[in-house]
């Protein structure tokens, strides 16, 4: 069955051109992915993710609980609102899914989660949470906008009541707050995005998302699909669950090591795998690529390197940069000279660092 | 969604076919599929001098989002490339049945373009498509 967002019949009025995304109709472009894509990057623009799901952990233990539940720390978070990206793992180092865990209270925090691993995460979570006597509990009565791009806090902004305006506006990187529009819609701003731009992803009683969407709109915010989300967070250096790593993937195999934690004392889930990875070498790799030929990199074209074979994980034609980009995942060591093979022919590509680009400037060695 | 010319004809796989009148054929994507591609940023096309056989992939095109195989309607010679389309792929979402066009065979039976379908049972094709 496939599921609606509550902006489903707004997406359509716009003219947007639906597809089926994990079970969910979502736009894919209103028109036109290229533009939606520079439009981030150069203003703003605006994305439906109200597929995402927010999920609230409550009782006294819950840091306690998160502590050996993801593979980064929360102890990292010390002030109610900030925010902290990580992986759940399985009992193998696997990726479980990538989220965001927001603190809230001591005994709240916010989980959001990806919407294709809806059921196993909750699953997951619910059956961990158990011996640390936290509630878990789904919020599927909020819907989400991604505000992203160069103006786009502005625009945000814009729309709240003065008195929030000044604190919205000094949220730092990964923090949030809550805020009343003008409208008087009660709503949840976290200064984070999938992008590489700055921006505000904005949690909103489903109820009234419809009148946040059309009042951005009104701002001349213009919308975005889910296209020019995975172009602009490909050349972000952002990793696509199920695409860029799954439940066979540790964080260093996919190139999440910033994310791990192996701080002091703490037994998280997975933890000895990803020591035991680290002591023995970890036996793959996941590289920025760069193709200077024309041509396009995809999902699963085989990757040759000097140390064996690999494939392209997310693969795309860079709207910004004008070429092909992708993350691929090899053997360990030094690749050598990498080549691609796009229907039987060996293309030659470059090894980078990634974020390819970032707050709309191509990154250097990039292009 | 666009008129389609009525001096073509069609593959149900979404190609278009145009009789030149001197034995040669030229070949493009529809209209149709180009909207179903989105933005194209990428042409592969055949050699000129190639030879091509009706129904088989000879040309690629890419969106952002997906590559796609291009059919032959027609077996014959290819004689002519629209080179333009290398530096310009989005000709092809401007104009697909006219400057977007990929490439022109000479052909080997003019039957051939019998077995084709007409702009009308095309246009059908699309709406059945639809439902």
Known sequence: MTQKTILNDTHRALGAKMVDFGGWDMPIHYGSQLDEHHLVRSAAGMFDVSHMTVVDLTGARTREFLRHLVANSVDKLQKPGKALYTAMLNPQGGVIDDLIIYYMSEDWFRLVVNAATRDKDLAWIGEQAKAFDVQVKERPEFGMVAVQGPTAREAVIGLLRDADRTPVSKLGRFAAREAVTNDGITVFVARTGYTGEDGFEVIVPEAQTVAFWNALLAAGVKPAGLGARDTLRLEAGMNLYGQDMDDTVTPYEAALAWTVALDEGRDFIGRAVLEAQQAAGVPRQMIGLVMDEKGVLRHGQKVLTANGEGEILSGTFSPSIGKAIAFARVPAGEPGDVRVDIRGKEIPVRVVKFPFVREGKIQDGIA | ?131
């Open chain 2, 1 to 131: 969604m666009s008129e389609i010319p009525g001096d073509l004809k069609f593959l149900k796989s979404h190609e278009w076919a145009r009789v030149e009148g001197d034995g040669k054929v030229t070949v493009g994507i529809s209209d149709h599929a180009q909207g179903l591609l989105g933005d194209l940023v990428y042409v592969e096309l055949p050699n000129v001098g190639d030879t091509v056989q009706a129904g088989n992939a000879c040309a690629v095109v890419e969106s952002v989002k997906a590559a796609s195989d291009v059919y032959s309607p027609v077996s014959g010679t290819v004689v002519e490339v629209n080179s333009a389309l290398v530096d310009k792929p989005e000709t092809i979402n401007e104009d697909a049945y006219g400057d977007g066009w990929l490439f022109t065979v000479e052909i080997d039976d003019a039957e051939q373009l019998n077995e084709l379908l007409s702009p009308d049972d095309y246009a059908e094709l699309l709406e059945d498509e639809d439902h």
